[in-house]
């Protein structure tokens, strides 16, 4: 298995404002994906992360609101940008494990936007 | 293309009760199967998987069957807990049918258990 953190674990921010949110995982990993859970609802994609090329956004996601980073093999950010209340959400990363059979999930970033 | 569907909640049980989740995909290859658990205010936990028809997953004293037959994996326990109150999601992956990685989630049930 792996083991992931996330930074912060929660924000509140003001609408206009960006946040990065970090991810770290304990071992290298070839793709890193970053999810979005809007309250009450299920899981939306928002991006792969691969190390060394642009991030692969999903259909209604785009780079200069949602700018991704994957510097080595095991670290990745999210950058929310120029927020809304409408991104209030909990934000995922997550990899996938040896074998590709599994996917672990970070703890996740709670992000409140006023 | 591929999906997930999930039993709608909440569900509200009192403790000691059986529960079943009901989760039917479909898919157009032979995928795994796993059911993830999230803890209020926590991120996703692998609960359990099955990676090929007639696997049975288990975790603490959670089981699902894959049944390609009815293209389905439902998610059981014989006896509820309080700290079993969480947010279940089923979801798929198409590995290895394809060299794709997007998993596919369901909706989510919400299980509440009383004492």
């Known amino acids: 298995s792996a083991v992931i953190s996330q930074k912060p674990s929660r924000d509140i921010c003001q609408r206009g404002t960006s946040l990065t949110i970090q991810c770290q995982v304990d071992s290298q990993v070839t793709m890193m994906f970053w999810y979005r859970q809007q309250p009450g609802q299920s899981l939306t994609l928002i991006a792969t992360?691969?190390?060394?090329?642009?991030?692969?956004?999903e259909s209604g996601f785009v780079i200069d609101k949602f700018p991704i980073s994957r510097p080595n093999l095991t670290f990745s950010t999210l950058t929310v940008s120029n927020m809304s209340p409408e991104d209030s959400s909990i934000y995922l990363c997550?990899?996938?494990?040896?074998?590709?059979?599994?996917?672990?999930f970070g703890p996740g970033t709670r992000l409140t936007v006023t | 293309g591929d999906s997930v569907t999930q039993m709608e909640g909440p569900v509200t049980l009192s403790e000691e009760a059986f529960l079943t989740i009901n989760c039917t995909y479909t898919?157009?290859?032979?995928?795994?199967l796993f059911w993830y658990v999230q803890y209020p205010g926590e991120g996703l936990q692998l609960l359990l998987k099955?990676?090929?028809?007639?696997d049975k997953g288990s975790n603490k004293g959670f089981e699902a069957t894959y049944r390609k037959e009815t293209t389905s994996f439902h998610l059981e326990k014989g006896s509820v807990q309080v700290s079993d109150s969480a947010v279940y999601f089923c979801a798929l992956s198409p590995y290895p049918t394809n060299t794709g990685n997007q998993f596919y989630f369901g909706t989510g049930t919400s299980l509440t258990v009383i004492p």
């Open positions: 992360a691969n190390q060394g090329s642009e991030a692969t956004y």
């Open positions: 997550s990899v996938i494990g040896q074998g590709a059979y599994e996917q672990y």
């Open positions: 099955a990676t090929k028809a007639d």
């Open positions: 898919a157009t290859g032979y995928p795994s």
